[in-house]
């Protein structure tokens, strides 16, 4: 057993991938497997379907896992090491800041995979630290397409159609994710919701520690219903986002205030004013080479 989530177990093995009769190549891969206390519906065949027709057509990406195969609510998959949530406090704020880059960047494969110029067609629709791993030459790798949005494209207009949202959780959902009266999203929603769930990990990034954790009275306990309620009111009422805590913000970190920046611009609480995946990933990389530069040309980086 190499992992386990609420939802399905990840058992490591090693097996022939893409063999040949010249050269066979053996290497570590993972198949996923439903855990037995889940019964089995229609809808969670589908889930598995989508996921796997998902990095079927990404595969070529860098940053989205491979997939050899699935069957019925069971897939395989290359074998990605931790998590990226257990060792991104390790890195250096300009490893950070490339960590993010990399991360937008597999987004934005996510919404551009029938083409740059055309409209989103797939929404990942779980973006957050626990399905990036890290994969071969430390490229994050993002995984679990399980709840992925395949969106209906109108044919007068050539523009997506939105969809409701069914997975609300105050803390890390958009507003327009937000649970309504009868328990689907107060918005119809786009793939701008991957988009705030990126300004999540920015957040994470930044700051080391998840969105909205001040609003605990115990920073590592739970978030009780009535604080994830207060969370949702902050967010579609007050148009808030989370708070930096002021240790992060006075460090002045040239690397940690552009994740700052990119951050607030995926936090706007009205999606059409955010940035599309590929708009982030192109203001982290061109920020970083002018920090690099200033820094190099002040001596406190060596190229």
């Known amino acids: 057993?190499?992992?386990?989530?609420?939802?399905?177990?990840?058992?490591?093995?090693?097996?022939?991938?893409?063999?040949?009769?010249?050269?066979?190549?053996?290497?570590?891969?993972?198949?996923?497997?439903?855990?037995?206390?889940?019964?089995?519906?229609?809808?969670?065949?589908?889930?598995?379907?989508?996921?796997?027709?998902?990095?079927?057509?990404?595969?070529?990406?860098?940053?989205?896992?491979?997939?050899?195969?699935?069957?019925?609510?069971?897939?395989?998959?290359?074998?990605?090491?931790?998590?990226?949530?257990?060792?991104?406090?390790?890195?250096?704020?300009?490893?950070?800041?490339?960590?993010?880059?990399?991360?937008s960047k597999s987004i934005a494969a996510v919404h551009e995979i029938d083409g740059r110029d055309k409209p989103a067609t797939l929404v990942h629709n779980d973006i957050n630290v626990s399905n990036f791993f890290w994969g071969r030459n430390n490229a994050p790798l993002l995984n679990d397409f399980n709840i992925a949005v395949l969106m209906m494209k109108n044919k007068r207009t050539n523009k997506s159609c939105p969809f409701p949202g069914h997975f609300p959780n105050p803390q890390w959902k958009s507003p327009e994710e937000q649970a309504g009266p009868d328990g689907t999203s107060i918005g119809q929603l786009n793939e701008k919701v991957d988009i705030y769930a990126l300004g999540n990990l920015l957040f994470r990034f930044a700051t080391g520690m998840g969105p909205w954790r001040d609003v605990a009275s115990d920073k590592e306990a739970k978030l009780t219903d009535e604080q994830k309620k207060h969370i949702a009111h902050l967010k579609v009422d007050e148009g808030k986002m989370p708070k930096v805590p002021e240790k992060i913000s006075k460090l002045k970190d040239p690397y940690i205030n552009v994740l700052l920046k990119a951050m607030e611009w995926c936090y706007q609480p009205n999606m059409e004013e955010r940035p599309t995946a590929r708009q982030v990933a192109e203001f982290l990389e061109k920020s970083r080479e002018e920090v690099d530069e200033n820094l190099f040309e002040f001596g406190r980086l060596h190229k």
């Open 1 to 103: 057993l190499s992992s386990n989530g609420s939802w399905r177990d990840a058992w490591r093995f090693k097996t022939e991938v893409a063999p040949s009769k010249e050269e066979p190549i053996l290497d570590n891969v993972v198949i996923k497997t439903i855990k037995y206390h889940h019964s089995l519906q229609d809808r969670y065949f589908e889930f598995s379907r989508v996921d796997a027709l998902a990095m079927e057509r990404l595969t070529a990406h860098p940053y989205v896992m491979n997939v050899h195969g699935f069957c019925g609510v069971s897939v395989t998959t290359e074998r990605g090491a931790d998590d990226i949530a257990r060792l991104v406090s390790h890195l250096s704020p300009r490893n950070k800041l490339d960590l993010a880059r990399k991360v």
